[in-house]
C-alpha cells in the first residue's frame, strides 16, 4: 500500500511538472551558427496637437470665506470664457484648491495672522494649439494671474510609435547584415526580437511661469514645433 501511494504521488508531480518543461521548450531555441546580438533604435517625428496648461488664481483676504469666494468668482469667469472660445468640458479639469493662513513675524514677538491666501487650479487641454494663446490671454483678463506651461503632446501617438518599431527593425536588420558580411557568414534567421522605449512619454513642462497681466498689445503664441518618439529593440541574429 506504501509503495502504491510513493507510486501515485510520484506520477502527479510529473504530470503537474510536464506542462512547465513542455512550455519551457517551447522558448528555447539553439543556435547551431555564429550568434549575434543587436540593439537599435527607429524614430519618428510628429508635430504636437494637444498643448495641457494649468492655469488658476490666487486671492487674498483678511477672511477665509472671502479668499475662497473671490477665487471661486474669478474661476466662474475663467471657464466661461473657456466654453466661450469652444474648450469642451471633458478638456477642464479641476487640479488644485487650497487656503491657507498667512502671518507676519514681528521680531521677539509671537506670529499675527494677517489673513488667506486661496488658490484655485485648472489643467486645460487645448486642441487647437495655435489659437491657446489668444484664450490664455483672455483668461487673464477673466482674473487669472498663475499660467503654468505649456506641456505639448501628441493625443495619438500609437502610429509614430509604430513607424519607429518598423524603422528600428530595418536598421536592426541592415546592422545584421553589415556584420555578417565583415565576418564572410550571412545571416540565417533572426532568434528573438524585444522591445524597450515603445511608450510614448511627453517631454517635462517648463518650470512654473506666474502671469499677473498681459503687459502689451501682443498676445501669446504658442508654437507646436516637433516632436521626437522612439522605440528601441534588441535582436538576437543566427549568423553561418
Known amino acids: 500500500m506504501r509503495n502504491a501511494l510513493i507510486g501515485a504521488l510520484a506520477l502527479a508531480a510529473l504530470s503537474w511538472a510536464a506542462p ?12 547551431a551558427g555564429t550568434r549575434l546580438d543587436i540593439n537599435a533604435t527607429g524614430e519618428a517625428t510628429r508635430v504636437p496637437d494637444v498643448a495641457v496648461i494649468t492655469a488658476g488664481v490666487v486671492t487674498r483676504s ?11 468668482n474669478r474661476m466662474e469667469r475663467m471657464v466661461a470664457a473657456l466654453k466661450r472660445a469652444g474648450v469642451e ?9 487650497n487656503l491657507n493662513p498667512e502671518y507676519r513675524y514681528p521680531e521677539n514677538q509671537p506670529p499675527q495672522l494677517t489673513g488667506y491666501s486661496a488658490s ?13 494663446g489668444r484664450i490664455l490671454d483672455a483668461l487673464v483678463a477673466q482674473g487669472a494671474n498663475q499660467i503654468n506651461g505649456p506641456s505639448l503632446v ?5 502610429a509614430a510609435l509604430d513607424e519607429a518599431r518598423a524603422s528600428a527593425i530595418a536598421i536592426g536588420r541592415a546592422r545584421a547584415e553589415l556584420y555578417a558580411r565583415a565576418l564572410g557568414l550571412r545571416v540565417v534567421r533572426v532568434v528573438s526580437v524585444s522591445e524597450s522605449g515603445g511608450n510614448y512619454a ?29 522605440v528601441s529593440v534588441a535582436m538576437t541574429f543566427e549568423l553561418q
Request: glycine share 2%; hydrophobic share 35%.
Open 20 to 31: 512547465s518543461q513542455a512550455q519551457q521548450a517551447t522558448i528555447t531555441q539553439t543556435i
Open 62 to 72: 483678511a477672511e477665509a470665506t472671502a479668499a475662497l469666494q473671490d477665487a471661486a
Open 89 to 97: 468640458d471633458r478638456d477642464i479639469q479641476t487640479s488644485n484648491v
Open 120 to 132: 484655485n487650479q485648472l489643467t486645460i487641454r487645448f486642441r487647437d494649439i495655435r489659437n491657446s
Open 154 to 158: 501628441i493625443d495619438k501617438p500609437e
Open 202 to 230: 511627453p517631454p517635462p513642462a517648463p518650470p512654473p511661469v506666474p502671469m499677473m497681466a498681459a503687459q502689451s498689445r501682443a498676445y501669446t503664441k504658442i508654437e507646436p514645433g516637433e516632436q521626437k518618439l522612439q
